[in-house]
């Protein structure tokens, strides 16, 4: 197995961001251990905030939603700079980023070229009992067009 030296891992902004008890989510640990010890190891942290709601259109705009959207946008990336600081805390070199953009596999896909990713890693997301078995739609799209080698991690349930 090749070695890993830049990994992407894509966080959910409202699932895979740390709880109150600082667990890192499962994707980053995957990633870490893929790292191993690796001192010039590099891990890209990359969480989508678009919001339909949130974007500029024909029937909504205005200061309001220029305000909501940036406080959005915040929130989402204190959560990301909260896994970034778990992940330098263990001594990695680590880098976080927020893109807002639809849809979601193209701007992950577009990471994944500009950092140079030797593998992107996303956490697979079940719906129900029967749903466990299939893929969304981002997922399915990053299979079908991502350039970069994918993992896809699935929880243990």
């Not at 909260?82 to 639809?102: D, I, K, P, R």
């Not at 193209?106 to 719906?127: F, G, H």
Request: with cysteine; hydrophobic share 40%.
């Amino acid at each position: 197995m090749q070695p890993f030296n830049r990994i992407l891992v894509v966080l959910d902004g409202y699932e895979d961001l740390p709880a109150a008890d600082g667990k890192l989510p499962g994707e980053v640990n995957k990633a870490l251990r893929l790292l191993g010890n690796s001192k010039k190891a590099e891990l890209f942290l990359l969480t989508c905030g678009y919001e339909k709601f949130l974007q500029d259109s024909y029937y909504n705009f205005g200061d309001e939603l220029k305000v909501l959207r940036e406080e959005h946008c915040k929130r989402l990336e204190e959560k990301l700079g909260e896994v970034a600081e778990l992940v330098a805390a263990q001594g990695f070199s680590v880098s976080a980023e927020l893109a807002w953009g639809f849809p979601r596999y193209e701007q992950i896909i577009k990471k994944s070229i500009d950092c140079s990713a030797d593998l992107v890693v996303q956490r697979t997301r079940p719906y129900g009992k029967i749903a466990r078995t299939f893929l969304t739609n981002d997922s399915w799209q990053l299979v079908r067009y991502c350039p970069k080698p994918l993992l896809l991690v699935k929880d243990r349930n």
